[in-house]
């Protein structure tokens, strides 16, 4: 099933936001967790959330930074709320892996596999996933490379490959993203290193200058296009996914694209 979704902060409107958006086709919503990570996710906004046919994800805060290597015991800590979270919402939540620093990507690698076993042994990831998110800025971790090696090597079924094709297409300066080759190129990317099928994308249009993507904008400027990724899913065979939009008219741009899923592009 596709699922198109939105993204927005948590916040104490939850209730009445789910039933907005359910009643406007929306699929989805990925709630972006920016002060933190409750200790308890509620259960009448998980019911809420059923009831209205709505799968909630989240996003972690972005203090998360596993390019320092000096910080493990605070990142092991944040990470772990974020496991927390994926198994109480049975869902996905997402994060990023920080900044390189004055590191070389060897030593963050590691960092990082350390940084996960480590939670991992303390919480074994069941019924929730993570998704470790591609970047937009050149000196943010997490290009496709970094992240199908990291999920690899992981090995846990439940550690994912998030694909955000505006931060890829910001980071390429446009080159991924252009056309539907492009797409098919990550696509396959991911498929044929170890075999994952990607299933839970970002996506929408964004401004970049020299590589480092400066902000969203809607999905309807084509920058990346969204009908084209769609297609290039689809002939990857990969018929089961959510795509989270995100823009300043996220709702505005679902109700565009699925006008725009049965038409040539």
Known sequence: ??????????????????????GEGVDAFEIGFA???????????????????????????????????????????????GFRLA??????????LGFYGKNDYESIHQNILKSFDAVLQKMPLENGRIGIETTGKQKAIGTVEEIVRIVNDLTHPNVIP????????ARSNGMV?????????????IQNNGGAKPDYFH????????GNE?????????????????????????????????????????????GEQHVPV
Request: glycine share 6%; hydrophobic share 40%.
């Open 203 to 210: 996506g929408g249009s964004v401004l970049f200058q020299n």
């Open 87 to 96: 198994e109480q919402m049975k869902s996905t939540v997402v994060f990023h």
């Open 214 to 258: 400066q902000k969203h904008i809607s999905a309807r400027n084509l920058a990346p296009s969204m009908p084209l990724l769609q297609k290039a899913l689809e002939k990857t065979n990969i018929s089961d996914y959510t795509l989270i939009i995100e823009s300043p008219d996220s709702i505005n741009d679902i109700k565009w694209l699925r």
């Open 1 to 22: 099933m596709i699922k198109l979704g939105v993204a927005r902060k948590y916040a104490k409107d939850l209730e009445r936001y789910i039933a907005k958006i359910a």
């Open 35 to 81: 002060y933190g990570v409750p200790e308890i996710f509620p259960e009448e906004y998980l019911k809420c959330a059923e009831d209205h046919q709505v799968t909630l994800s989240g996003h972690l805060p972005f203090w998360i930074n596993l390019g320092n290597l000096e910080n493990r015991e605070k990142n092991v800590n944040y990470l772990s709320g």
């Open 162 to 169: 998030v694909v955000d094709w505006s931060h890829l297409y």
């Open 177 to 189: 993203g252009k056309d539907l080759e492009s797409f098919l190129f990550v696509i396959r990317q």
